[in-house]
């Protein structure tokens, strides 16, 4: 099998080079310190993967602003003094040969109130669409304003702190997705979602302040679920819709987040594409768009670089075998780890301790 496109560096414009076409998707992982540094361990596992030759190491989503905090041990980058923790971070990924990218995050409704150490913030006062949550409450307008120019503070410190770029994590329900979901978001404000100039507003102005604080030059992802699986959410169109009103105010990547690439629910895409190949179809062609979603084996990879989709990441594969890139270049594909059967082989993983029982239900469902 010819692996060699992986391998291959991609230039996108004047702001971004990177080694290859492989990249570490974000993973929270419950391992950071208490205060929201990062921990050395934590440090230490993104290195690794940096090292054993993944071209774009994300981190898990930081929080922007203490409402944020989402996560048991969660990282944040929400203010000044963390400057060392994102910088031991930054340093010890670009040293290791990737690019380093910091992704910022609020969690919205997602919040948990003993983490935030109070109520929930959400556009509206919804629960989330998992029901997981405590019910929020909604934000008001300086609110609002003080979170959009929390992600861009944090921009700034990411920036300051040597990360190549940073990441919008746009996906997954959290703050982006519930100001854009008609489902979450039941304001009639201007931050409201009945008319698509509000409902876009919290993104676009997001997009513009990072933009601001960070300069021209320096590259922003943009991390979005391409569509909502229940009935009365958004689509594929409405997606590639707000990216095309967000992409020229200055995103350089779009990053589709999908827990299975190639597959989603609505089948309202063109004939023989999907969710993320319908993004890449309509995004500019010199803008890259990584894919993502259950990539386990080179084969996969190559697939979904077959779509024209530039950029290829993995999560779950990273954490069950460190140097996937290395074996793949090697062409020792058959000693790629891509399960664990056991609660021993899980302990073996090379993964921050803490880590271990949070990805124990992915990887051992059964127990
Ligand atoms: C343990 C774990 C933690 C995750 N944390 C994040 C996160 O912090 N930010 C994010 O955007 N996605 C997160 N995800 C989603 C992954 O980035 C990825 O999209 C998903 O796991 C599918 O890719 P995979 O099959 O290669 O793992 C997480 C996934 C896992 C398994």
Known sequence: ???????????????????????????????????????????????????????????????????????????????????????????????????????????GNAVKAHLSGERPWAPSAVHNRRGTSELPREMTETEIWLIVESFAKAAGRAKRAGFTGIELHGANTYLFQQFFSPFTNKREDRWGAVEWENRVRFATEVVKAVRTEVGAAYPISYRISPEEPEPDGYSTHDAVRLLEMIVPLGVDIVHVSSWEYGVGVRNDWPEGSHPTKMIRDAMPSEMPVIGVGGVRTPEQALRVLDDGVELVAMGQELLLDADWPKKVQEGTFDQIRTSVQTREELEGLEIPELMRPYVARFFLPEQ
């Open 1 to 107: 099998m010819d692996t060699s496109r992986l391998f291959q560096p991609l230039k996108s414009g004047d702001t971004l080079t990177l080694p290859n076409r492989l990249v570490m998707a974000p993973m929270t992982t419950t391992a950071g310190e208490p205060d929201g540094s990062f921990s050395a361990q934590e440090i230490s596992y993104l290195a690794r993967r940096a090292r054993s030759g993944i071209g774009l190491i994300m981190t898990p989503a930081c929080y922007c602003h203490k409402s944020g905090h989402a996560f048991e041990r969660q990282v944040g980058c929400d203010r000044d003094e963390l400057h060392g923790s994102l910088s031991r971070c930054a340093e010890a990924i670009n040293q290791a040969g990737a690019a380093s990218f910091l992704q910022i995050h609020h969690g």
